[in-house]
């Protein structure tokens, strides 16, 4: 008899382990939005609305065997997931309920359409603003600031960081290669300073900024972009779970974020050991469907190899369509490689050949 298999979550290990998993398991993906959200894609889009439509990707044809329903999980049990009034049973359940990020970077629990609209707003903003504050210079931060670098490159545009150096977990090539790209398209770099005035940590705002060393800086638009934030409430209906000071979900070496032994656990809401990147998806997500595979066949958990988090976890950093820098693994690797990899493309149209829209 097949066994059955829930996941929670529709992002980048949800979308793909439902598809991987749908000839080897019942497969029910629960997820509360309407469309996949390729969110690298969201910071072009805030310059090129045309690039949003084509990464909004609709559900519908992603499962041919499995089923995707509509909704928000509420509560985890040993054998089901409760889904409003209904009970989904499942012999294996997956979280991979990801992390949110600023409301115009990825949807919380709000409509695609509201995230589209509020998309749309600050579309408008950038293109009428002559002058562009970024709060923020983590991988969000960086690529945005290259963004409207290319598409506005008349704009005066500060990128700020609290740090001293871009990437500081990376090889040191990585963030001076972007550093000086930055500042040959005239993003003025603002390192190991911190706004003390910021009026959101999640809204765009009309407005200026003053920095801890006391410099003022003028603006006519502030967009933060200061982090992810793990999406963990729904692991708080399992028994045991224990949280990284970060705020995400231990899990044990197969993945296990509870004591409850066929509930498993991927992406930003868990610390495996990996970033809260792509990356770490590409890398988790495959061992999760080889792992499950396995136990669906019988075989026991234990006897299966553990997870292996990344050692030094790539990294894909365009500035817009043409530059950029990247880190792989063995080396830095420039304008090239990057645009060629991701700059050009996005991945876009791998996550559309994903989803059924190729």
């Known amino acids: 008899m097949r066994k059955s298999l829930v996941i929670v979550g529709g992002g980048y290990i949800g979308a793909e382990l439902a598809k991987n998993m749908e000839d080897s398991c019942d497969v029910t993906l629960v997820e509360k939005k309407s469309a996949f959200v390729h969110a690298p894609a969201m910071l072009r889009a805030l310059v090129d609305s045309s690039v949003r439509e084509k990464a909004l990707i609709p559900y519908d044809r992603l499962l041919t065997k499995g089923r995707v329903v509509k909704a928000k999980a509420t509560a985890i049990k040993p054998d089901a997931v409760v889904v409003g009034d209904e009970e989904i049973p499942a012999d294996y359940i997956v979280l991979a309920t990801g992390a949110s990020n600023g409301g115009i970077f ?54 700020i960081s609290a740090d001293a150096r871009l990437f500081p977990s990376f090889p040191a090539k990585l963030g001076a290669g972007l550093a000086t790209r930055l500042s040959k398209i005239g993003v003025d770099l603002v390192l190991g300073a911190r706004v003390t005035d910021l009026q959101s940590t999640t809204e765009p705002y009309e407005g200026s900024v003053t920095l801890d060393t006391g410099r003022l800086i003028d603006a006519d638009l502030v967009i933060p972009a200061i982090g992810s934030k793990p999406q963990t409430a729904l692991f708080d209906s399992l028994p045991d779970v224990a949280r990284s000071p970060d705020g995400r979900v231990k899990v044990d070496a197969y993945l296990r974020p509870s004591s409850l032994p066929n509930v498993f656990a991927a992406g930003d809401a868990v610390d495996a050991g990996d970033l809260m990147t792509i990356v770490a998806t590409s890398r988790q997500q495959p061992w999760l469907a080889k792992l499950l595979k396995a136990c669906a066949a019988g075989k026991s958990l234990e006897d299966q190899k553990p997870y292996s988090p990344w050692g030094k976890a790539p990294i894909l950093v365009p500035l817009g369509p043409k530059r950029g820098n990247s880190f792989l693994v063995i080396a830095t690797f420039g304008d090239w490689v990057t645009r060629t990899a991701k700059g050009k493309d996005l991945f876009i149209s791998k996550y559309r050949k994903l989803l059924g829209y190729t």
């Open 106 to 159: 990825k949807p919380g629990d709000e409509s695609i359409e509201a995230f589209r609209a509020a998309q749309s707003r600050v579309e408008e903003q950038i293109k009428t603003a002559e002058r562009i504050v970024i709060v923020g210079a983590g991988a969000v931060g960086t690529e945005l600031a290259g963004e409207i670098a290319h598409a506005f490159p008349d704009k005066t545009l500060y990128l």
